[in-house]
């Protein structure tokens, strides 16, 4: 009813599960870290649990994409309420060793699935069983399980099982006839909702897909937060009402009133989640209120600046979105040369009144206030000398070389390569912000694909890791690993589980799994961590002025 009104090709928050609308939480790219580690350690036996329409399904999910055919061979169980004999036909069935119409006896499934199990092994491929909803499963089933996981070479498990579930599944495995099970699953992990920060980059994720023409406010989103206690699911069903509600509004923003008839509509149909009851009020508004604080700043979206290609290495880096940082205190004015006025939409005029040189130092210094950096001033600036200039300051460069979808999942400030037609110098702005599929003023006809990121190397770690580094150095890494929810041992040395931890990380970030720590992967770890300040890119509604 309301796609046609605001533009949508796709309705936003369907409640149907669609690949395209995938966001990945903090929380979510830590659940699948957990769940990649215990699957490449071997480990047997991995929990998955959480709450109603928090994502699990979308964690499963990404992390059967992330398990490639010739690495692995995976089956996925939805209905685990079946008789044990029931349990493992389905198993075999799954992967391929029973057919419906053979009638066999349990023991021969078994002895199937053994010679299976020992086929893969024995050509290297990972042998992972996700079953789904196991809350649900009976103490005979979880035995037939346990079974199974016994299937093992003398130095290694066959199969790695993930169980997931309802937080039920939890008290499920603390009854006293399943602990032995229970003792085997020394990987878990709950999935918490999202927060307030995560909320809002969810909805507008989604409505970005979409491609639509309306945005939420940030006391719209609260409301959303709210009602829905950061679970996806209901995230989607409070904005579904809320766009029916601005539909008959004719209104192009939801603002928190409009939200909050929607919603008041959709809890006249149902029960309340537990924020929205009495009891939880005072969390409820303290939560909120924390969480929106970083939105009452505001930051520049774009201004105009130059930087000259010094390095060639094509950088394309995956999904980090981690919790906003705090916007930084700004360098005294005194520091700063006259910096140019916002050029708005004549931005390319703009730009072709000032040399390639200059601009340079005016792109560093419009990102150098959100790094906490001092500007380059005009006397002596010297563009060869720019990439040594920026170590007293503390900061490091990126190539990249993609397209702009690429370059806002590394969500970073970075500074644009521009081509002009009939212009040879090259021209460049600093990017600090989009709105939608565009730049903010929109420079993509001219974007040359290539971009410039600084970024801070806060504990001055080497620029690249290797298995087999040794020292301080390598302690503090396995640390910062361990600081995003991976299980790894203390130690200095960059061993072969340091590795796989590193392959997990990657996988879980969408970066290349190739076990290296280099500039990429070193960035998206401290973005993956809350006590690290990294700069985002600002995300613009469509109802804002950029001029």
């Known amino acids: 009813m309301y ?90 069935r799954e992967f391929g060793i029973v057919s419906d119409l053979e009638d066999e006896a349990d023991n021969d499934i078994l002895d199937k699935l053994n010679r299976f199990l020992i086929r893969e092994n024995a050509q290297k491929r990972t042998v992972v069983l996700v079953i789904d909803e196991a809350q649900n499963l009976g103490a005979k089933v ?7 996981s016994n299937l093992e070479t003398n130095s290694d498990k066959l199969i790695q099982i993930i169980l997931a579930g309802q937080p039920e599944l939890l008290d499920l495995l603390k009854k006293r006839n399943l602990r032995q099970l229970s003792q085997r699953i020394t990987v878990r992990y709950h999935l918490k909702p999202l927060d307030f920060n995560d909320t809002k980059a969810y909805i507008d994720h989604r409505l970005e897909v979409s491609q639509g023409r309306v945005s939420f406010s940030s006391r719209a989103v609260a409301k959303v937060y709210r009602y829905s206690g950061g679970l996806p699911r209901l995230i989607n069903a409070a904005c579904d009402r809320a766009l029916l509600a601005g539909y008959t509004r004719e209104a192009g923003e939801i603002t928190g009133r409009i939200a909050a008839v929607g919603i008041r509509d959709l ?42 290609p010094f390095y060639k290495e094509a950088v394309v880096v995956g999904p980090p979105a981690a919790a906003p940082a705090a916007v930084p205190a700004a360098i005294p004015e005194q520091q700063v040369k006259a910096a ?27 990102l150098a206030p959100l790094w906490k950096a001092e500007p380059i001033p005009e006397e002596g600036f010297d563009p060869e000398g720019f990439v040594p200039s920026l170590k007293p300051r503390g900061l490091n460069l990126i190539s990249f070389s993609g397209d702009l979808d690429s370059l806002k999942k590394i969500d970073c400030p970075a500074i644009l390569e521009l081509a002009f037609p009939g212009k040879e110098e090259k021209r460049y702005a600093a990017l600090i912000g989009v709105r939608g599929d565009k730049m903010v003023p929109d420079l993509k006809e001219y974007w040359t694909g290539q971009a410039y990121i600084p970024w801070k190397n806060f504990l001055q770690l080497p620029e690249r890791f290797y298995p087999g580094s040794r020292g301080k150095e390598t302690r503090l890494l396995k640390q ?11 130690g200095d040395t960059y061993d072969k589980d340091t590795q796989a931890a590193v392959k997990i990380f990657q996988a879980a970030y969408g970066l290349e799994m190739d076990g290296i720590v280099g500039n990429r992967t070193m960035l998206v770890l401290y973005r993956s961590i809350d006590r690290f300040e990294i700069p985002r890119l600002k995300r613009i509604d469509n109802h804002e002025p950029h001029s």
């Open 3 to 92: 796609s046609d009104f605001y533009g949508f090709q796709d309705r936003p928050f369907n409640l149907t599960p669609d690949p395209r609308f995938i966001f990945l939480s903090r929380n979510h790219r830590e659940a699948i870290a957990h769940l990649l580690y215990g699957i490449n350690n071997h480990v047997g036996f991995i929990s998955l649990t959480g709450e109603v329409g928090s994502g699990k399904t979308t964690v499963l999910r990404t992390l059967l994409s992330h398990l490639e055919s010739d690495q692995y061979r995976t089956a996925l169980v939805f209905n685990p309420s079946l008789s044990p004999s029931g349990l493992l036909r389905s198993i075999g």
């Open 142 to 148: 979880l035995e037939q399980i346990r079974l199974i």
């Open 267 to 308: 809890a006249k149909q149902g029960s309340r989640p537990a924020l929205m009851r009495p009891a939880f009020y005072p969390l409820a508004v303290l939560l909120i209120f924390l969480a929106a604080a970083p939105f009452v700043l505001d930051m520049t979206a774009l201004s105009s600046a130059v930087l000259d």
């Open 340 to 366: 140019p006025a916002e050029p708005g939409r004549d931005t390319r005029s703009w730009l072709e009144q000032i040399s390639e040189n200059e601009s340079l130092r005016r792109a560093f210094n419009e």
């Open 480 to 490: 910062l690993l361990r600081e995003t929810g991976i299980h790894l041992a203390q």
